[in-house]
């Protein structure tokens, strides 16, 4: 199986408020459903290199969803003095879930827009699920984002 996933919403909140929240990855724990995010210790804090690993649970059922920050461009003042795009890149490394995501954090009037992408391959899951696994996934995606969405607004 592998599904495209996306979502995307606007923030009332500035990029450069919204970047450092949107790529805090343990933070994703109390948006994502039944899943705990921790860093890995001993690579860096934030940036290019950065692991991580989404522990999903449900009763005794688990999976762990090591990932890694493959590039890493916040939200920063380009030479016209606007503000270019934050922009992230992640590699799914698990032995179950493979594949990528992409974050882009945008600037606009009155806040910015998230958007996330993700192409995701589950092993033992057969082709013929990719459609109903790419809208339930983008359904659950948007609903991570309009909790973060809460939070970084409240």
């Known amino acids: 199986?592998?599904?495209?996933?996306?979502?995307?919403t606007d923030l009332s909140v500035d990029a450069q408020t919204a970047w450092p929240a949107v790529?805090?990855?343990?933070?994703?724990s109390r948006w994502v459903a039944f899943t705990q995010v921790s860093a890995e210790r001993g690579c860096p804090v934030a940036g290019v290199g950065h692991r991580f690993t989404g522990r999903?649970?449900?009763g005794p059922l688990h999976f762990?969803?090591?990932m890694e920050v493959t590039r890493w461009r916040p939200p920063e003042p380009g030479s016209d003095g606007s503000l270019a795009?934050?922009?992230c890149r992640i590699v799914k490394r698990g032995k179950l879930v493979r594949g990528w995501a992409e974050i882009?954090?945008?600037p606009r009037p009155g806040g910015c827009r998230v958007e996330w992408v993700e192409q995701v391959s589950i092993r033992g899951v057969p082709a013929f699920a990719d459609p109903v696994s790419g809208v339930l996934g983008s359904r659950l995606l948007?609903?991570?984002l309009r909790r973060m969405a809460i939070e970084l607004t409240a």
Do not use: E, F, N, Q
């Open 1 to 8: 199986m592998t599904a495209v996933i996306a979502a995307a």
């Open 23 to 28: 790529t805090d990855w343990p933070s994703h």
């Open 56 to 58: 999903t649970s449900l």
């Open 64 to 66: 762990d969803d090591p």
């Open 85 to 87: 795009p934050g922009y």
């Open 104 to 106: 882009t954090v945008t």
């Open 142 to 144: 948007k609903r991570v």
